[in-house]
């Protein structure tokens, strides 16, 4: 079964600064995506970002990015620029064609002022 | 433009109610899923549905029954309640984007205790 590993629970970051969100998954399957998803306090689940397993390319999305290590198994998020609202709950998520998510334990962002 | 609708936001019961978590979306979607949330596990599902008439067990099914008879539709229900079932539940549903792509459209998810 597939797993998905964040291993910082939590994380701090001051504002305006950078900081990146660690995620690993395991799988046997070569044609998958990955998800980042933003919880914030109203606890609606937010898509952040997303990666096609199959594309070279990291996936960018203004201030956010990935880094994207497919024989690493690795797919780590930066958030450039940090903003007060960028505090959330941030989880990882995999999904191979015609699968179910599979979701990572979450990584607490606190942004300081 | 509702999205999915996900009720109640808030419920306490008491060891051995029952009840029904109520999810409905707008988009036609073919697929709904129930999670949990839990602190340090992230979100694990409970049950899922590729569409009307068809369910399936996730990661976590005891304690909980779905039915799909419409592609609006996917209650979640609660037989004999625990304490072990205080979580945050979440309703999502998805399409297939061209290309195999597919996002999860979630609820705003349901903040249950069990006393």
């Known amino acids: 079964a597939q797993t998905v590993t964040q291993s910082q629970p939590e994380m701090s970051v001051q504002e305006a600064e950078t900081v990146t969100l660690s995620c690993t998954y395991d799988t046997s399957e070569s044609d998958y995506y990955l998800f980042w998803y933003k919880q914030p306090p109203s606890r609606q689940m937010i898509l952040v970002i997303r990666q096609e397993a199959y594309k070279q390319q990291n996936a960018t999305e203004n201030r956010f990015s990935v880094n994207f290590q497919k024989a690493a198994k690795s797919f780590s998020l930066k958030i450039s620029d940090s903003q007060l609202g960028d505090a959330a709950m941030y989880f990882c998520?995999?999904?191979?064609?015609?699968?179910?998510?599979?979701f990572g334990p979450g990584t607490r962002l606190s942004v300081l002022p | 433009n509702a999205g999915v609708t996900q009720t109640p936001k808030f419920q306490v019961l008491k060891t051995g109610q029952s009840m029904t978590l109520q999810c409905a979306q707008d988009m036609n979607h073919e697929y709904m899923s129930w999670y949990r949330q839990d602190p340090g596990m992230g979100l694990r599902l409970i049950h899922y549905?590729?569409?009307?008439?068809?369910?399936d067990q996730g990661e976590v099914p005891n304690g909980y029954n779905v039915s799909r008879s419409t592609t609006e539709d996917f209650p979640l229900r609660l037989l004999s309640a625990a304490p072990s079932q205080t979580s945050v539940y979440f309703c999502?549903?998805?399409?297939?984007?061209?290309?195999?792509?597919?996002?999860?459209?979630f609820g705003s998810g349901t903040q249950l205790s069990v006393l």
């Open positions: 999502a549903s998805s399409y297939r984007e061209t290309g195999g792509t597919e996002k999860l459209f």
């Open positions: 998520a995999y999904r191979s064609y015609g699968q179910n998510f599979v």
């Open positions: 549905s590729v569409g009307a008439g068809i369910t």
